[in-house]
């Protein structure tokens, strides 16, 4: 399992605008110019926590805590303007921690993504927490019931 707090201000990462063409390739950028420090910060403390887990699918847990605005009203409210889609901030953590974590984003094969603004005083960021799919039981998934869980001699 690996597990960190990246401090800082979650970048989305969106769309890529085309630049046109170089060497006969198209030239993409980002359209944000925040994702990439983002993402860099995010490689940074991910690489101080470990090394590649093993091959294998992963589940993978995403707490964003969002910066809270200068006049927000107490108390505070959800994170739902001009913060980002849950789903771009999601891919921006995904690319950061392919080749520190795991081989490839392809071996992701369960999330649970969050995200709020911050209380008084709380730092911004992201909580990430990656674990071998193994170590989950079918209980621990998110909407699972009991009755997801194969009866104790279903293995043989």
């Not at 970048?11 to 980002?30: C, D, F, I, N, W």
């Not at 093993?54 to 913060?83: M, S, W, Y």
């Not at 891919?91 to 603004?117: E, H, L, M, Q, Y």
């Amino acid at each position: 399992m690996r597990s960190v707090f990246v401090p800082g201000h979650p970048a989305p990462q969106g769309s890529k605008s085309y630049k046109g063409h170089r060497s006969g390739k198209p030239v993409l950028t980002e359209s944000s110019r925040f994702v990439a420090p983002w993402r860099e910060a995010i490689k940074l403390h991910a690489a101080r926590r470990g090394g590649m887990l093993p091959v294998g699918p992963v589940h993978v847990e995403l707490d964003f805590v969002l910066p809270r605005p200068q006049r927000c009203p107490t108390p505070t409210p959800p994170a739902i303007k001009r913060n980002g889609d849950l789903d771009k901030l999601v891919r921006a953590v995904f690319d950061a921690i392919t080749g520190i974590w795991i081989d490839d984003d392809c071996r992701i094969t369960s999330v649970r993504a969050s995200k709020r603004t911050a209380e008084s005083g709380e730092r911004s960021g992201v909580q990430i927490v990656v674990r071998p799919l193994g170590t989950i039981t079918l209980r621990d998934r998110p909407g699972a019931t009991d009755a997801d869980e194969p009866p104790p001699d279903a293995h043989g």
